[in-house]
């Protein structure tokens, strides 16, 4: 198993791709962080893992989120060796329909959450020559006219992978 005895943290990992991933680490041998906003879906993941899965709510638009999402693995299981940013907001606009409220709940979830959690993330990374596996779109180099300011924040956090990439690189 290629990830025996590693602890992975998984944003978004009540539902769809996010659990996938969740419970596809568990099969490789690690133990997960579960992370969502859903508390009874949430434990039902994390029970059916009984020793190898934890729970940990968070709401990603507070910036305060990440730092408690990692905070809860180093208490729960004393090491961090990867964080998976899949959580999104992938809620419908247009421009239309985009004002500055809308537009700053979606960066802070899908760009600024992922941000802050690597930022607090990375001393407990380095430590155990972690990894950071942020989860794209397409849409972050297509765009679409329904999904404006998801296309934008996808695009944003690509940029910010790329960059984040040479800082783990050269600080290693």
Not at 134 to 142: D, M, R
């Amino acid at each position: 198993m290629r990830l025996t005895d590693k602890v992975i943290l998984v944003t978004g990992s009540t539902t769809g791709i996010g659990e996938a991933i969740a419970r596809r680490v568990v099969a490789e041998g690690a133990r997960v962080v579960i992370h969502g906003r859903d508390a009874d879906r949430g434990q039902a993941i994390a029970d059916g893992f009984p020793g190898r899965a934890t729970l940990s709510l968070a709401d990603l638009a507070d910036p305060a989120a990440g730092g408690q999402l990692v905070e809860s693995a180093i208490n729960t299981y004393g090491a961090l060796d990867g964080v998976v940013n899949n959580a999104a907001s992938v809620a419908r606009n247009d421009l239309q329909h985009t004002d500055a409220a809308f537009f700053d709940r979606m960066m802070a979830i899908n760009v600024r959450a992922p941000m802050l959690l690597i930022k607090a993330a990375y001393p407990h990374l380095k430590k155990s020559r972690g990894c950071v596996l942020n989860i794209g779109s397409i849409n972050a180099y297509t765009g679409e006219r329904h999904l404006l300011a998801y296309s934008m924040s996808k695009g944003a956090l690509m940029t910010m992978s790329r960059n984040l990439a040479d800082a783990f690189c050269y600080d290693q």
